[in-house]
């Protein structure tokens, strides 16, 4: 979820204020590619969801996130951003 918390990437973060909800997302093993083909997102690495069973994946909500509301240590040792926003979807599978 906090995949860009994580990074300063000036061009993730803008593809990420330019979603709206509703725009579609493709998935590419854990990665959330916008309609352009850039990363927007990625699953955590304990989906167990198979890309091959995924019908559609849609921007459901963008949430902001804050580097103080992170309780774990060691996750916020990751973090190279003070707040961020992140790509929260529906995924329809068969």
């Known amino acids: 979820m906090d995949v860009s918390g994580r990074t300063t990437n000036q061009k993730l973060h803008s593809a ?36 091959g069973n995924v019908i559609s994946v849609k921007v459901s909500a963008i949430a902001s996130r804050y580097e103080k509301l992170v309780t774990d240590p060691a996750w916020r040792a990751r973090l190279k951003m003070k707040s961020w926003e992140t790509v929260l979807c529906t995924i329809q599978t068969s």
């Open 16 to 51: 990420i204020s330019d979603l709206r909800i509703g725009d579609e997302l493709k998935l590419v093993g854990r990665d959330l590619k916008n309609r352009h083909g850039f990363v927007v997102g990625r699953l955590s690495n304990s989906c167990t969801l198979q890309e």
